[in-house]
Structures are given as C-alpha cells and as structure tokens.
C-alpha cells in the first residue's frame, strides 16, 4: 500500500508517511506529513486496496444509477459493464471517483465531511482529525454526556437532511463512520453513497442509515426518531413528495 504513497511525494504533496491509523477491507488511511505547498502540517492519506485485494460486497445496490447521475461518456459505460480486467480497473477507479466528488460537493454544501484536497490514482488525500500523536476516534467508543450526545445526535440529523438535498444518501451510515474532535463530528467513507433520484433502494438505504445511528444514541439516553417515518418525511421533502 505504500507504494501508492510514494509518487505523491515525488510530485510534493507529502513530506513522508507517519503511520496507518485505520485499515479497512477497502482501503488503508495513513497520517501523513504534508508538503508546505499545501499549507497544513497533517494530511490523511485514503489508499484504496488493489483490485485484486478488495470484495465490492453487494456492490449492484451501490452502482445502480451511478451512470446517470455522473454520465460517464459512452466508452466508459461499455468498459463498466463488461466483466474483463479493462473493465474492473474503471469500476475500481470510478468507486474511488465517486467518493472524491461526494466529499467535493458536501464539504462546498457545509456538511461535516473530511474537506477533500486532492486524488492520485488509489490516493485521496483529505483532511486529517487528530493531532501527531492521536488522530480523532471513531464515535462509536466516545463516551458522551446525555446533553452532549442530544447536540450531535442533532447535529448528524442535520447533516442527513444536507446529504439528501444535495441526492446524496451515505448509505453506510454508523457511529463506526463517524469521527469526533473537539466536541464536533465528521462523517466519513462515502464511496457505497448512492443518489435517490436514480437507486431504487436508496430509500431502504437512508432508513437503515437512521436506524443504524439510532442505536448508538438511543443507547446514551438519546430519544432518537422513528426512523422510517423521518427518512419518508425527508424523502417527501426533498424527493418525491407523492412518495
């Protein structure tokens, strides 16, 4: 995985690689020291698996009407539909695409995402949480005050409802996809995100999205939305209002 690494520090984005700080089937995220150009002194590192590494578990219910909404041209779609090597290395690359321009439009919306500064090949480089010696923890293991978690709990309904307004549905929405530093939450992992207006199941997607969040915060004391009943209001909203 570092090798991935190395060019971008050839074409100076990084100074060198501090360590991983998260390993996942998908992908490895690194803190790094960026380069000055880049006028901070962390930088997180998103390094997707090779191809041949990585599962795209249930993939279908993620990709469904990703072609309408990014309109790739014509020799790409061909590419994506066919099962060759050619064609899996522009999956592979568009999945991580799709990510990158997630963040990009959510972080220009004001939603609580990494902000995205740039992609090389399997590399997003992103807004690093933490400082050299912790980087900001999963929520999931944050203990949190009965009033503190209310106001996230909040604050990530909020960030729900952005998402949507902008035909985006996170789709793997969880405590375990969530960061916390100094007293703030940033939503993270956006590559399975699917567009409502185009994915048949993006409904099912955002309740389950609710329901996964719920437990963590009904669990701190939180008193959490019927999940189905809000996802269909917003839906209603910012969707289909016949729905």
């Known amino acids: 995985m570092l090798q991935h690494l190395a060019p971008l520090i050839e074409e100076h984005l990084l100074l060198d690689v501090i360590r991983p700080i998260k390993s996942g089937k998908e992908a490895v995220v690194y803190c790094c020291h960026a380069h000055p150009s880049l006028d901070r002194d962390l930088i997180a590192a998103k390094v997707y698996r090779p191809l041949e590494m990585r599962s795209f578990k249930r993939d279908a219910i993620y990709q469904q ?6 309109r790739p041209d014509a020799r790409v779609l061909r590419a994506l539909g066919k ?3 050619h064609g899996r290395t522009h999956k592979f690359s568009a999945w991580i695409s799709h990510e990158m321009k997630t963040l990009e439009m959510l972080h220009a919306a004001g939603a609580d995402v990494p902000y995205p500064i740039e992609r090389v090949g399997p590399v997003i480089l992103m807004e690093y949480l933490g400082d050299i010696e912790t980087p900001a923890p999963v929520l999931v293991g944050v203990p949190l005050d009965l009033e503190e978690a209310r106001r996230i709990y909040a604050r990530i309904l909020e960030n729900v409802d952005l998402f949507l307004v902008h035909h985006r549905v996170h789709a793997d929405l969880s405590p375990y996809n969530m960061l916390f530093w100094k007293g703030a939450v940033t939503i993270i992992d956006f590559p399975q995100a699917v567009d409502p207006r185009y994915n048949d199941d993006a ?7 609710l329901v996964n969040t719920n ?3 009904a669990e701190a004391g939180v008193e959490v939305v019927d999940p189905r009943a809000h996802a269909l209001a917003l839906w209603r909203k910012h969707v289909d209002a016949q729905r």
């Open 215 to 217: 437990a963590f915060f």
């Open 65 to 70: 009407g990703r072609s309408r909404g990014a």
């Open 203 to 209: 409904l099912e997607l955002l309740v389950r999205d």
């Open 83 to 85: 099962k060759t090597q």
